[in-house]
């Protein structure tokens, strides 16, 4: 007896194809393109920073003069305050008085300023994202470190000055993280 059973050809693996991925297309395109830009949240950093001015007798770095509204702002979004014993994120205890200012940038870079007057190499490495020196410059008057990630993406200056150290890092050139340090002043 004959087999009735036609062979499979290549049009039909391709129809069988085209069955499975025309939804599989169709339900990424929607749950990813189709997606609101969602608004960057501005903080309000001044009120932070009084209370941490309260508790340390070392200056608070902050940029000023940074653009906050026209075609190109600056937006804060990210500010923190903790104590030395303060609970952390990870529920343990903070060992350094530890001060964080996160700022977007007009082209939608983040930039951060840590600043703890405990200079841990710990606290250093997850800055910098286990960064190494690469190189020294001045800056205002001040002797800046330059450190670079492992992967070369993040950069940082480091800045010793007792009591603290203070550290500005992103994803962005040095030169770019020059200008964002010569804003900042004591908050």
Avoid: C
Wanted: cysteine-free; aromatic content about 8%; proline content about 6%.
């Amino acid at each position: 007896m004959a087999d009735k059973q036609r062979k499979a050809t290549a049009t039909d693996m391709l129809r069988s194809m085209a069955v499975i991925m025309i939804p599989i297309l169709v339900l990424t395109w929607l749950l990813t393109n189709n997606l609101d830009d969602y608004p960057v949240e501005r903080v309000d950093w001044q009120p932070v920073a009084e209370r941490a001015r309260a508790d340390v007798d070392w200056p608070l770095w902050a940029p000023e003069g940074l653009p906050e509204a026209g075609k190109a702002p600056w937006t804060a979004t990210r500010v923190s305050w903790l104590k030395v014993g303060d609970r952390t994120v990870g529920g343990g205890t903070s060992p350094r008085n530890h001060w964080r200012l996160g700022y977007i940038s007009p082209d939608k870079l983040y930039y951060e300023i840590n600043q703890a007057d405990d200079a841990l190499p710990q606290f250093i490495d997850d800055v910098t994202r286990q960064g190494r020196k690469v190189g020294d410059e001045a800056i205002e008057g001040r002797q800046w470190e330059r450190w670079e990630s492992q992967d070369g993406r993040t950069r940082s200056l480091v800045l010793r000055e007792q009591p603290t150290v203070t550290l500005v890092t992103a994803d962005a050139q040095f030169t770019e993280l020059q200008q964002f340090a010569r804003t900042l002043r004591a908050a």
